[in-house]
């Protein structure tokens, strides 16, 4: 059966700007407060997700595949980003060979500058990756660079408005900005419990169009762009 799709009540736009990424109910927080309030989501995610990554199976990470391609549409052939799982994050690999087998252009990051966004080399299932940053795999130098118009994107929490908790380094809030008014998809990915009530917000947090789980997809209220 077709996996659940929960629409958020505000429209989600790519952008820095809190009251058009996340609506202007959203209060504005002091850094400080943002930075202390993420800085403890994360600690407590970090351990509820390699809590429930132990329990997982070969089966979640189809799931997801399949939820992922049931429900995010976009024309193909496209150039989809994805990233090569680490630690405790859900398995997108399923995802990354479905998308792959069905035409579309894979490509995965790589870190350039750590003050820099990401960039993205093609990737396709033969392929051997090199180790990189962080105990990470990446495509080597002698890949081509490519612009992806799908994004899936690596989170420790999310909620129900596109609001997205990472790791800290603001690696992929600055290659989401830097997109700029590129019409581009972001889908955020990872377990079902990962699910907050609420992400606290920061200046250049971005949001996301889509978040897709082993259990089902969520649309966070915003028209695709590429439509």
Known sequence: SRPQWIIGPTAVAVSSTLEIAFGSDVPLIKDHDTRLGKARLRKKYKQLRADRHRQGTLKDGKRLAENFMES????????????????????????????????????????????????????????????????????????????????????????????????????????????????????????????VERVPVGLNDVALHWVVTEKLSRNMGCCNPME
């Open 72 to 195: 995010v549409s976009f024309t193909s052939p496209t150039i989809v980003s994805g990233y090569w799982p680490i630690l405790s994050e859900i398995d997108i690999r399923p995802l990354l060979k479905s998308l792959h087998g069905c035409g579309n252009a894979v490509c995965l990051p790589t870190i350039v500058n750590h003050h820099l966004p990401l960039k993205f080399r093609q990737w396709s299932p033969s392929d051997r990756l090199q180790s990189a940053a962080f105990n990470t795999f990446e495509p080597n130098e002698t890949k081509p660079q490519m612009e992806p118009e799908v994004t899936i994107v690596p989170l420790l929490a999310f909620d129900n408005k596109g609001r997205r908790l990472g790791y800290g380094g603001g690696y992929y809030d600055r290659t989401l900005d830097s997109f700029g008014e590129t019409k581009i998809v972001t889908v955020g990915v990872g377990y079902e419990m990962q699910f």
